[in-house]
């Protein structure tokens, strides 16, 4: 006698293949390509966000002003001597160094050509740019800002600045380390505004050396007029910008 065949078998097998492809088709669905899209996309704005922040934090940490406190080691390839500044092979003293970061620093002039002209310099001493790191490059530019800024409120006249960099003994540096001039600019300041470049082509951190220099075809500013400052003088200067760049915004 032949066995009746069970219809147990195919009532299942129908409920597990529509439930099969119910699930294949949301997997597949336009509203769930769009909510794994959409998830992706969130999470790429939070790491990027974090990024943003991480990026943001490290800017601030190359261009805030470190005490002189952490800068008390003998290291000279990166221009420093129990807190003074080296630059080239003349020592800053640190009452003279106004903003300080892990790579860069600034102090006041010697022989300034206008008032508040300053110096920006990498704590690594080279003569070119080009031979600074990524890091080193971007600090520098970072603090030159960060002073200009400090500059502007310290002479509310100031309506320019001539930001130069010499890079190389052939473009007029007078000390074989990269730094960049930073000179608050007003109306009137120079009698023809180019002389202003015969004057950076003119200077030089001592008299002896800028007599040195071969004398350009243009007027340039009576040495009379740039003589050495007193130590005093320059560490009072020093100590106005500092107090401006650690003045709460």
Known sequence: ???????FFFPL????????????????SPSSKLLGAATSVSAATADNANNMANTDSNENNNNSCESDNNNNNNNTSTGSINGDMLFGKFVIPSASVFCRS????????????VPGHVLVVPKTIVSHMADLDTED????????????????????????????VQDGRAAGQSVPHVHVHILPRS???FEQNDDVYDALEAWA??????AAKTP??????????RIDRTVQAMADEASMYRRLLEAPE
């Open 187 to 189: 109306q009137g300041d």
């Open 102 to 113: 892990a790579r860069a620093a600034a102090f006041v002039n010697l022989r300034p050509i």
């Open 1 to 7: 006698m032949q066995k009746q065949r069970s219809n």
């Open 216 to 225: 350009t075809d243009m007027a340039v500013p009576d040495d009379a007029d």
């Open 137 to 164: 490059y971007l600090a520098l530019w970072s603090m030159v800002r960060v002073v200009q800024s400090a500059l502007q409120e310290a002479y509310p006249d100031t309506t320019a600045f001539n930001v130069a």
């Open 205 to 210: 951190p001592t008299e002896a050396m800028a």
């Open 13 to 28: 097998s129908s409920s597990f293949l529509f439930l099969l492809l119910a699930c294949f088709a949301t997997a597949f």
